[in-house]
Structure formats: C-alpha cells, structure tokens
C-alpha cells in the first residue's frame, strides 16, 4: 500500500497527514517570518518541490509564523509537548529553555562564517543530543541569518557611545555584553523592535543587516554599525515520535533535501548581508533591499578589541555558570567542541 502524506500550513508550515489503513497522522510545523523576504520564498520554494524531489505523496500549504500569531521563543516547547511536529527557531530564543543550545554562537567566539562553520559542525553531535534529550526533538536545518549588528538612533562614532544607552537583546549572552559596554540591555522579540524605536523605548537594536532592512528598521534609525558580534543561528527541528514513524528511505530523503535547503540559508547568509549593508547606507551594490541613507559607522579595531575582552572576562564566565547550573557537563562538552576548533578552554 502507498502512503498519503498531505502537508496543512497551520502555524507557518506543514501538516504531514499519513493515510493507511490504521488511521491518519497529522503534523505541524513553524516556519519563518514574512518578512525576511529572500528567506521566506526559499522556504515556500522548498515546500512546494519537496513532493517532486521526494517522490512521497505531499499535499503543503504555507504560511509564514507571523501570519498565524506565534511567537518563535515558544516553538520548542511546542515541539517537546506535540502541539506542533516541526518548528523553527533561532538559538537564542530556544536558549531561554537550555542555555547549552547558545553554545554554537556565543557572542564574539565565531568572528568571520568560516569560523562559524567549524564551530556548527563541532558542535552539531551534542547539539542533537541535547535536544533529543531535552525536548524529544531533531534539527533538520542549521543555519545562520549573517552578522549581528548594531542600528541606533542616537548619534554614535564607537562602542564608546554605547555608555547609557538602552539596546535590544534577545540572549542571555548579547544582554551580557551589552552591560560590559555600559549600556542597558532590553529584550524583546524582533516584532516589538521597530516601535520600540520609533518611540525611543530603545537607543539601539541588534539583527543582522537584512533582516533590519526587510523590518525597515532604518526608517526609525540614523546610524549603522556592522560589527558583527554573533550569527543569528536558527535551526528547523522535527518532533522525533513523528520523525520515527517515517521509514528509513522516507527519513534518507527528508534529510537530503533538509541539507540543501540549509545550504541554501548559509548562501544567502554569505551573499545577501553584503547587499543589505550598502542598501542600509546607500552604498555602491545596493541590490535587492530597500535603500535608506543610514550614516554608516565604521568598526574600529578598538571596537573589536572590546568586543573580545568583554567575551573573555564577562560572557563566557556568566555563560558557563549558568549551562553548568542546567546541565553539569556543559563547560567539558563546550571546551572539546566549540573550545576545541576556536582555542578557547572554559575554565
């Protein structure tokens, strides 16, 4: 007998309805936010060949995460308890649930992508453990929006400004430093940024280059500041009951095209971010974003140099002391993974 699987986009994604004689199964998914616009049509190009490329009968509709009203800091704990089958988060919001999963992008440890890309593979082994562990779940999909970085409405030359200044979070790690540069940290979601701006609830704000273009933060901003600080890592995670009542072949081809779509992320991490930095300031090679006339603020190797030592004396220390609260190994599992490929040790 050949199984029917139909996909139904309830919280941004899809429904996977198996149709035997035994009954029907029905999963849910999260997907992306609409408007990250390059990533979202990647992900509705990905569900609409997904039937054709692998040859199991599916039936999707899609839509993105804020158009059913979800927020994505919940998605994990929806997966762990079944609401939804496959969800998508970035690493930090997940964070607030395990602190170990913000072990891939520590705020200032993966410095340019290819460091950040040894980091992923290094640690990918125990990242999917842990989250079996922890919320009966698989990460289907790795990848990094690009370059966090800083758009402010308050006039800045360095991170010296930054004393004073109150700046959104959205890790643990980021808000720490952000308090080691003398400014305030305040978290909130990405939805909630661009009001908080405009009504100077908010100095500052951190997302990669396109993402606060395709938020059209820099109508409510006046000064760019690209230094990246951490990569916005997001992952696609599947619930494992509903991921093992796939056959093995079933499982081999999921996880194939889950691989090229992930790859797909990572280029448009490497090419797009470029694009979006001269749009932000009206640049040369302002391609496929928006243009605004942001004053660009250049990176300064002193603001580099503080980056690193608030990373040293302040983010890992308070990292570490509160994975290892949850989860005694994490300090040795971090220094022989991320530790290991970037030369850092935990002590």
């Known amino acids: 007998m050949k199984f029917k699987y139909s996909f139904f986009a309830l919280v941004a ?6 149709t035997p004689a035994v009954g029907e199964t029905t999963i849910r998914a999260t997907g992306l936010v609409s408007t990250h616009k390059f990533h979202t049509a990647l992900e509705k190009q ?33 997966v762990r308890t079944g609401a939804f089958d496959i969800v998508q988060s970035t690493i930090g919001a997940a964070a607030r649930d395990d602190a170990f999963l913000e072990g891939i992008d520590l705020i200032g440890v993966s410095t340019s992508m290819d460091q950040l890309e040894e980091v992923v593979k290094a640690f990918m082994p125990q990242l999917e453990k842990r989250v079996a562990e922890k919320f009966n ?35 643990s790690s980021m808000s720490t430093l952000i308090e080691a540069l003398g400014a305030t940290p305040v978290t909130m979601s990405f939805k909630e940024v661009y009001p908080a701006l405009q009504r100077g609830l908010v100095d500052c704000a951190i997302t990669s280059p396109t993402s ?20 916005s890592v997001n992952a ?4 494992l009951d509903k991921w093992n ?15 090229d779509f992930q790859n797909a992320f990572w280029a448009l991490a490497k090419q797009n971010n470029g694009w979006a930095i001269a749009c932000n300031t009206g640049g040369n090679g302002c391609e496929n974003y928006t243009k605004f006339g942001m004053t660009l603020v250049e990176p300064t190797p002193e603001d580099q140099a503080k980056v690193t030592a608030a990373t040293m004396d302040k983010v890992l220390p308070g990292w570490a002391e509160s994975c290892n609260a949850g989860y005694a190994d994490c300090s040795k599992v971090w220094n022989a993974t991320v530790g290991a490929v970037r030369g850092i040790e935990l002590k």
């Open 236 to 239: 696609h995670f599947i619930n």
């Open 13 to 18: 994604a899809l429904a996977i309805s198996a």
């Open 46 to 78: 990905f569900y609409a060949e997904l039937e054709d490329k692998t040859g199991i009968d599916l039936a999707i509709n899609f839509n993105p995460l804020d158009v059913v009203g979800v927020d994505m800091q919940d998605t994990l704990r929806m």
């Open 245 to 259: 009542s796939f056959s093995d072949t079933e499982k081999a081809k999921l996880e194939k095209e889950f691989t």
């Open 212 to 231: 606060g273009n395709t938020g059209n933060w820099p109508e409510v901003t006046t000064h760019f500041l690209p230094l990246g600080i951490s990569w």
């Open 137 to 171: 779940a698989k990460p289907l999909a790795v990848w990094p929006y690009g370059p966090q970085v800083f758009y402010c409405n308050a006039e800045i030359k360095s991170l010296n400004d930054f004393k004073g200044l109150k700046i959104r979070s959205y890790t």
